[in-house]
C-alpha cells in the first residue's frame, strides 16, 4: 500500500531533509586519509545529537538497529556498493566512499546518500583531471539521479524515472545496479513503492500528488552485477570495479518533484 503525504507532512519532511542534508555535508568534508570510517559513523551519531538538541529531540537515528544494521551511517569504499558497516578501515587517498544516511525527523524518515573522492593535497579539480575515469562515474550518477528526479511528476509512472535513470548510466557505458532498488519512504524507512534504477517509460505504478519516494541510483564503473560480502550486509561489485552511489528523497507536488534531502 502507497502511504500519500499531506502538504503538511511533505513540509515537515522538508524540515528534517534540510537537517539530513547538512549533516551529510558536514561527514562529506570531514572525508580525508587516515580518518577510519568508524570515525565518520562517530561523527554522524554527534551530529544527530546535535541537531537533536536543536531542534528539542526531534532528530533521531535512522538506520542503527534497522534489520540489526549496527551503524548511523553506511560508508561503502571504492568497489564496495552499499551497506558496508564502518570499521577501523582507513581511507587512503584516491579512495571513492559513498556516504549513505538516514534519520527520524519528527514522525518522518529521510534518507540521502553521495559518493565523494577522498583528497589529500589535491583539491577536488586536480583529482578530476588525474582520474578522469572516476570523475565521471560520479558526475553521471549524479546526472542520473537529476534524470530520474525530474521525472517524479504527478501522472508519469516510475518506469518513467527507471528508465531516464537507466538511460543516462548506459549511455555513458557504466552498469547500473539491478538489485537493490529506491523506494517510497515516510513514516516507514522503507515503503511502496519499489523505484528500480532500470525500466520502461509508462510502466509501473502511476505517479500521485503526495508520493515521496527515494530515487537512489547505484552505478559500477564496469558490470552491475553484485557479490554480497561476508559481514552479511555489504553489497560489492562482482568484477571489483569502483561504484558510486547518489540518493534524494523526493516528493511528488502540485508544482512538480520537489527534492527533500538538499540544503
Ligand atoms: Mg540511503
Ligand atoms: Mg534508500
Known amino acids: ?20 542534508a547538512e549533516i551529510i555535508k558536514k561527514l562529506s568534508e570531514a572525508v580525508k586519509p587516515g580518518i577510519t570510517t568508524q570515525e565518520l559513523n562517530k561523527l554522524a551519531g554527534e551530529l544527530i545529537l546535535f541537531y537533536s538538541e536543536k531542534e528539542g529531540g526531534k532528530v533521531k537515528t535512522a538506520f542503527l538497529g534497522y534489520g540489526d544494521y549496527p551503524a548511523h551511517v553506511c560508508t561503502s569504499v571504492n568497489d564496495e556498493v552499499v551497506h558496508c558497516v564502518p570499521s577501523g578501515r582507513e581511507l587512503k587517498e584516491g579512495d571513492l566512499i ?91 524507512l522503507h515503503e511502496e513503492p519499489q523505484v528500480p534504477n532500470f525500466g520502461v517509460v509508462g510502466e509501473g505504478v502511476k505517479l500521485e500528488e503526495g508520493m515521496v519516494i527515494a530515487i537512489e541510483p547505484m552505478v559500477a564503473l564496469g558490470d552491475w552485477r553484485l557479490a554480497k560480502g561476508a559481514d552479511g550486509f555489504t553489497y560489492k561489485t562482482k568484477d571489483g570495479s569502483y561504484a558510486a552511489h547518489f540518493e534524494h528523497t523526493v516528493a511528488v507536488t502540485k508544482a512538480g518533484p520537489l527534492i527533500l534531502t538538499k540544503p
Open 98 to 188: 559513498s556516504l549513505d544516511m538516514g534519520i527520524r525527523y519528527k514522525d518522518f524518515y529521510l534518507d540521502s546518500a553521495v559518493t565523494v573522492p577522498v583528497l589529500g593535497e589535491s583539491s577536488y579539480d586536480m583529482w578530476s583531471k588525474l582520474n578522469p575515469k572516476l570523475h565521471r562515474l560520479l558526475e553521471v550518477t549524479k546526472e542520473s539521479l537529476g534524470a530520474g528526479i525530474k521525472q517524479a511528476k504527478i501522472g508519469n509512472r516510475i518506469g518513467d524515472i527507471s528508465c531516464a535513470v537507466q538511460s543516462v548510466v548506459e549511455n555513458n557505458r557504466f552498469g547500473v545496479i539491478r538489485e537493490l532498488v529506491g523506494h517510497g519512504i515516510g513514516r516507514n
Open 1 to 20: 500500500m502507497i502511504h500519500l503525504k499531506t502538504p503538511q507532512e511533505i513540509k515537515t519532511m522538508a524540515e528534517g531533509g534540510k537537517i539530513l
